[in-house]
């Protein structure tokens, strides 16, 4: 208990302390236990309690060790409406955030983690060489160094797909283009592809190259944007996007950043070709 109890023998104010041989009297008794008095100052170590006007907690006297135990990834608090008892609030750790919630908090790492991912844009380019090669017709081919690969930071994201694509203009080409995208290692799929094609040739962007001269040239440029795609955040899965194009008349030669005709004089043209793509 909280609280000492005083007497006289404990003060020495007492006449008639006990002795070690001394018979105990109802009278020597009496006198003791009606001059005992509470020290309202006192605390009994190692307790928590202090008599003052009423029982109170002493300063510091309660510990965490004598408080209730908590379970991992829990903080004391209340979100109930209203006054009442303590509640445990769930401390959330999830970086993603997905299991956020109006009664939980989260800690400054996953608090950071999260906002790292979109104040630090997922944006890759690369651009493509100069090269020239046959393409049967109607048959795609790839634009040379022209893919990027992408390690997506949320599940379920979108990408924006852009790319500006040169070509040399020969015997008034028609180009289609189209974007392809694979997961890690698996086969290429189209990005998007149209509604009910059926024998038709689905694509994203055509150039139409009619002025037939060995100088000039276009530019093909496709803005796309692709959802839906199945790949998995945890495991670190990659996406791969590419663009690939095809003449639609007889096979001819492909001029890629370079016109038909490559001499090295000034109205003769060289260019870079990139594909860019974000996720949003």
Do not use: C
Not at 108 to 117: C, F, H, N, P
């Amino acid at each position: 208990m909280a609280g000492v109890i005083r007497s006289g023998t404990n003060t020495g104010s007492y006449p008639n302390n006990f002795g070690a041989s001394d018979a105990v009297t109802a009278s020597q008794l009496n006198g003791h236990v009606n001059d005992a008095s509470f020290d309202p100052t006192a605390v009994v170590t190692g307790g928590g309690l202090a008599l003052d006007t009423g029982i109170k907690i002493a300063d510091e006297g309660v510990t965490l060790a004598r408080m209730a135990h908590v379970d991992t990834n829990k903080i004391l608090g209340r979100t109930t409406a209203g006054t009442g008892d303590v509640e445990a609030l769930t401390l959330n750790t999830d970086n993603a955030l997905a299991s956020a919630s109006a009664t939980s908090l989260a800690t400054d790492g996953s608090i950071k983690a999260y906002v790292d991912t979109y104040i630090r844009p997922n944006i890759v380019t690369t651009n493509s060489t100069a090269a020239s090669q046959t393409s049967a017709t109607n048959a795609f081919t790839d634009f040379p160094s022209l893919e990027v690969t992408i390690t997506p930071r949320l599940a379920s994201s979108k990408f924006l797909i852009n790319t500006s694509a040169i070509l040399g203009n020969q015997s008034n080409q028609m180009i289609w283009g189209r974007i392809q995208y694979k997961v890690n290692s698996g086969a290429y799929a189209d990005v998007v592809v149209a509604d009910s094609p059926s024998s038709r040739t689905s694509i994203h962007g055509i150039l139409d190259m009619n002025l037939n001269d060995a100088e000039y040239g276009g530019n093909l440029v496709i803005n796309i944007g692709a959802s839906g795609l199945s790949y998995d955040v945890v495991a670190g899965d990659t996406i791969t996007f590419k663009l690939q194009v095809k003449n639609y008349l007889d096979s001819l030669q492909l001029n890629f950043n370079r016109s038909e005709n490559d001499s090295d004089v000034a109205r003769k043209f060289r260019g870079v070709s990139t594909i860019t793509v974000q996720e949003v």
